[in-house]
């Protein structure tokens, strides 16, 4: 992702944090100036919102660590201003496991509250009549603080249980419906319950709040993309590269002008290109880089091709493709084999191929 300031590893997780961010810290204190605030409660508004969200990487580390138990790694976290999201390299399809990468998050806020529950005197702040609790919670204190943070860490996990895609609670509905039914199946059911969801979200947003219509928006697109991931998975599984891939490929040599290339490109509806020199493959050439560099004609292939590529077998099961283009910024690759060049395949080949597939299947049906 683009515009985003590296905060650091752990565990080897790159944490991350999206500019827009600052959009979010800038409109707290915009915010709070406008409610008559000065520059400690500005500060302290600013704080609150990087501690919260010092409690949203460690939900998303429950998340990353417990998928690590089972061996699927995760890329990085990234913050973005509506939360946090961790690039796994993939959901487990084992239900249990699943289900317990699922609570991992939650569970972290949990235990966040539990401790913040000794520390601060809650039974103080629970005690007290709705008319007096006002004027204590404006009190800037270090024990109000901590009181706001407790809070917070209970609306995480009561927000993220909804069961609904892509929140976690989605992902435990799944995961519980999963033990009895096929993926595929509990995963349908679970998207149309976050559907429900959403519109029920939607219509109390139009009557009360205009956030919660775009969470509704947010939980549409995530069961409608979820739904969809997962029936897709399902098609493809069995399914080899060999069968996806372009065959009718035009290899390209390190010393073709880039004249050249931009002529093949025109001619024919290939976009990237796989560069050989004495049958060996030698690099990639990239749709992007050829448009970036066509208007240079005294460039040579070789001038601008990427060096660093990673080649396919033939026999890799495509939904396995479908995880090393998740994991990486790769979307082009050679495919061999007995390491020799047979094709290339990318993400449109495999969209067509789950198109032909779909077909099939609902005509069989
Ligand atoms: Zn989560």
Redesign the pocket.
């Known amino acids: 992702m683009k515009g985003v300031l590296r905060l650091g590893r752990v565990a080897g997780i790159k944490i991350e944090v999206h500019w827009t961010f600052t959009l979010i810290l800038v409109w707290v204190v915009f915010l709070d100036i406008q409610a008559g605030g000065n520059a400690k409660s500005s500060l302290l508004n600013v704080a609150f919102i990087l501690v919260l969200f010092f409690c949203v990487v460690l939900?998303?580390l429950g998340?990353a660590l417990t998928a690590k138990k089972f061996n699927i790694q995760t890329q990085k976290i990234t913050l973005l201003p509506i939360g946090g999201v961790a690039l796994l390299d993939k959901m487990p399809e084992d239900p249990k496991q699943e289900l317990l990468v699922a609570l991992a998050?939650?569970a972290v806020n949990i235990v966040i509250a539990l401790f913040l529950s000794v520390v601060i005197p809650l039974k103080s702040y629970f005690e007290l009549q709705p008319d007096e609790i006002e004027p204590l919670l404006s009190i800037i204190s270090f024990q109000n603080f901590l009181f706001y943070i407790f809070i917070a860490n209970i609306m995480l996990v009561v927000f993220?249980l909804i069961p609904a895609f892509p929140m976690?609670g989605g992902r435990v509905l799944r995961a519980l419906l999963a033990f009895k039914l096929p993926r595929v199946r509990a995963t349908n059911i679970a998207a149309k319950v976050g559907q429900v969801f959403a519109v029920i979200f939607f219509m109390l947003g139009l009557l009360y709040n205009p956030f919660l219509v775009l969470i509704a928006l947010f939980i549409f697109i995530g069961a409608y993309a979820e739904n969809r991931m997962v029936q897709q998975i399902s098609i493809l599984k069995g399914h080899r590269v060999e069968e996806a891939m372009l065959t009718n490929i035009t290899l390209i040599k390190p010393e073709n002008s880039i004249q050249e290339v931009v002529d093949i490109l025109l001619a024919g509806s290939e976009k990237d290109f796989v560069v050989v020199a004495d049958e060996k493959i030698v690099g990639i050439l990239n749709h992007k880089d050829i448009i970036k560099h066509a208007v240079d004609r005294s460039l040579l292939v070789k001038n601008i091709m990427q060096r660093s590529f990673k080649t396919i077998e033939a026999t890799l099961e495509i939904t396995e493709l479908f995880n090393i283009i998740n994991r990486g910024r790769k979307n082009f690759f050679p495919v061999t084999s007995n390491q020799k060049l047979v094709g290339a395949i990318d993400r449109s080949n495999i969209g067509e191929f789950v198109l032909i597939q779909t077909n099939l299947v609902s005509k069989r049906s």
């Open positions: 939900h998303e998340h998050g939650p993220n976690d």
